[in-house]
């Protein structure tokens, strides 16, 4: 398989849990920030959860209390000619900061 076909067949992939978290009734910083808890993602990564905007997502978060990481990295493009550069997330790791996070989703204190 090619990369762009690589490519179009990750962004489709939809876990059962992101299926259950992304539904009508939940927001949208929500799904994102789900996601953030559990790990991190880049713009492309966020179009999973239904997020064409991640870089307007992440103050949203932000003004809700939950500090973020921000890392440039670099990512191959879709036509494969050139890499582009992207920002990739993360909810800061500092007790306090998870704990809001957590609190925030109604996770319990293991995180699920």
Known sequence: MNEPKK????????TATEQ?????TS????D???????GSMNRFEA????????????PEIEKKGVAIFREWEVVPCLGGKKPTRV??????SSGDNMSR????LGFAPDGR
């Open 7 to 14: 490519l179009a067949a990750l962004l489709r992939t939809v």
């Open 101 to 104: 996070a957590r609190d925030l």
């Open 20 to 24: 259950n978290q992304n539904s009508a």
């Open 32 to 38: 994102v920030l789900a996601m953030l808890y559990r």
């Open 87 to 92: 920002c990739r997330y993360r909810v800061e």
């Open 27 to 30: 927001p949208r910083w929500r």
């Open 47 to 58: 179009e999973r959860v239904g997020d064409h905007c991640l870089n307007s997502t992440i």
